[in-house]
């Protein structure tokens, strides 16, 4: 290609035809994962998952709350489980720390780290583009002072890509809200069962169950929304005392086995699929809304039992060859063996 050079001595290349790459066609029909492909294992394209709907926000939970219009939140750990709850239409996409339990094998939430909570935060972060997304801080990474909790949280938001964040705790972790909140980054409490703090509490047992401990849970409710909490999970709780803490608020509040009252409601994506075996124990709140684990190990077995009978691969699973190969590549190992 031939070259110019201009008055300050620079060499330029001189324009010349630039050679072009067949690229698949394109049609406006054709979905955008289908368009190109660059790998056989290329992940989904989350674009074809907004499907022109505005991104949930702060503004439009409050805009629902005010409408009392019921919030969806559901966990996701995965890019795969992310792309189904926003296609599904979750409002709010939760990176819970039950990611300890039901993906990493762990007996419980206090086990999981939070750079683990980071990873699963970034999986889910590339699926997602019109829910709301919070990712959970896990125990031991905001308790120790208001500026561990703010370290922790700017982490969430920076490596993890969340757009808030959630912690465990009431009127003791008020400080630390109003820490990571100034600092623009919004925070969702947690109060009620609080599962980090499960073997203070003696276990997972029912909250706000007497007097003393229902003004306790107002208490705390108040509290984390003083210090600028924009929503509230309770979890465990009677219905009826949900429902009275929920009208003192001027926030929302996410039940989890809380009954129908409060202003939206959450539950771990494993749960509700039935991803683990049957007789696996769920939580008295729990709805199973399908069969994960059936399905899949149908599925399973099926191509267990096809690959020991040779009917997998078939036909259609295979690439032509060319015959006049075939034969000149025998032909030439039969020659070397000669």
Request: proline fraction near 6%; glycine fraction near 8%.
């Amino acid at each position: 290609m031939a070259a110019i050079t201009c008055t300050s001595g620079t060499s330029l290349l001189a324009r010349a035809p630039l050679r072009r790459t067949r690229l698949p066609s394109l049609t406006r029909k054709s979905p955008p994962w289908q368009q190109l492909r660059w790998s056989s294992h290329a992940p989904t394209s989350p674009s074809l998952l907004a499907r022109g709907q505005k991104p949930v926000t702060i503004q439009t939970l409050r805009k629902m709350y005010g409408e009392k219009s019921p919030i969806t939140m559901l966990t996701a750990h995965n890019f795969p489980s992310a792309l189904m709850a926003q296609e599904a239409g979750m409002d709010v996409i939760l990176v819970g720390d039950s990611l300890a339990m039901v993906s990493l094998g762990m007996s419980d939430t206090s086990e999981v780290t939070l750079d683990e909570m980071i990873v699963s935060a970034r999986a889910v972060s590339r699926a997602v583009t019109r829910s709301f997304t919070v990712g959970d801080l896990p125990m031991g990474s905001y308790e120790i002072n208001p500026e561990q909790a703010l370290a922790s949280a700017i982490r969430m938001v920076k490596e993890g890509r969340m757009q808030s964040v959630k912690l465990e705790g009431g009127a003791e972790m008020a400080p630390a809200i109003r820490k990571i909140t100034t600092a623009g980054i919004p925070v969702c409490a947690h109060i009620g069962l609080t599962p980090q703090r499960q073997h203070a509490l003696g276990g997972f047992r029912v909250q706000g169950n007497t007097l003393d401990k229902a003004m306790s849970l107002l208490a705390d409710a108040k509290a984390v929304q003083e210090a600028g909490a924009f929503a509230v999970v309770l979890e465990c709780v009677p219905p009826d005392i949900a429902e009275e803490v929920t009208g003192a608020l001027k926030i929302p509040t996410i039940g989890i086995g809380a009954g129908n009252k409060t202003s939206g409601q959450v539950l771990v994506q494993d749960d509700m699929l039935g991803v683990r075996p049957a007789d696996s124990f769920l939580p008295k709140f729990v709805k199973k809304y399908g069969s994960i684990w059936d399905a899949g190990l149908a599925a399973i077995k099926q191509y267990k039992d096809e690959v020991a009978d040779r009917s997998y691969p078939g036909p259609q699973h295979v690439y032509k060859g060319d015959a006049k190969v075939t034969a000149a590549f025998k032909a030439a190992i039969g020659a070397g063996e000669a």
